[in-house]
């Protein structure tokens, strides 16, 4: 029985002396490709919004606010997840984001926003937190799905077509700018500036999901 594990141990202590470089590439290749499969299901799992909701606190207060916009039902059945608009697609964004994100795993532990009391607390640095992000991204998590070149001004709603055609088109304002509360209830907006043209202070209120809706349908 000693003498087998120590043929084992040496083996495994040099495995170049009893096995051929041939089958240790290949072992290589083979342990490779598991582990990279493994690793891509499991980033791939971090991305599916049951893994997302499975905390209370996201399914709580996110989640129910996203239930009743038009990024979670509306007219062509077509869906955005949590991590359609808070994770990139590209994949070296996308390890950067879940770098990033693993500092939220501490909040969970120590129940920073375990409760609704704590989750509007800290709702404004939530919210402005991932408004800096895309702003900084040039709305990259948007860009995903809605593509500038493709627009059809004529489907859009006349202040809509008046941003889009010209502060869009021109860099000045990105996606972001404009579009905050379209999938969560806005903070107090007081001192944010909205990026719209004109005054549009009464659909910036504390609370509202408006933004959207207004620039979307307005006549």
């Not at 808070?86 to 770098?99: F, G, L, N, Q, S």
């Not at 059809?152 to 404009?178: K, V, W, Y």
């Amino acid at each position: 029985m000693w003498k087998t594990l120590k043929a084992y141990w040496k083996t495994f202590n040099r495995p170049a002396t009893h096995i051929s470089l041939g089958v240790l590439t290949l072992g290589g290749f083979i342990a490779g490709i598991i582990f990279w499969g493994g690793f891509n299901t499991a980033l791939e799992f971090t991305n599916t919004e049951e893994f997302c909701i499975s905390c209370h606190e996201m399914k709580a207060n996110p989640y129910e606010e996203l239930i009743p916009t038009i990024h979670y039902t509306n007219r062509s059945g077509v869906r955005a997840t949590c991590s359609d608009c808070h994770v990139p697609h590209d994949w070296t964004y996308k390890i950067a984001r879940k770098m990033e994100a693993s500092k939220e795993v501490w909040g969970w532990i120590f129940g920073t926003i375990d409760t609704r009391e704590k989750f509007l607390d800290k709702r404004r640095m939530l919210a402005e937190r991932e408004w800096r992000r895309l702003k900084a991204n040039d709305s990259l998590e948007c860009r995903n799905c809605h593509n500038f070149e493709y627009m059809d001004f004529t489907q859009q709603s006349p202040r809509a077509r008046e941003m889009h055609s010209t502060l869009l088109a021109s860099g000045e304002n990105t996606c972001i700018d404009c579009h905050k509360g379209i999938a969560h209830n806005l903070p107090d907006m007081r001192g944010v500036e909205s990026g719209f043209h004109g005054d549009l202070s009464e659909v910036y209120a504390p609370g509202s999901t408006a933004v959207a809706r207004f620039l979307l349908t307005e006549e």
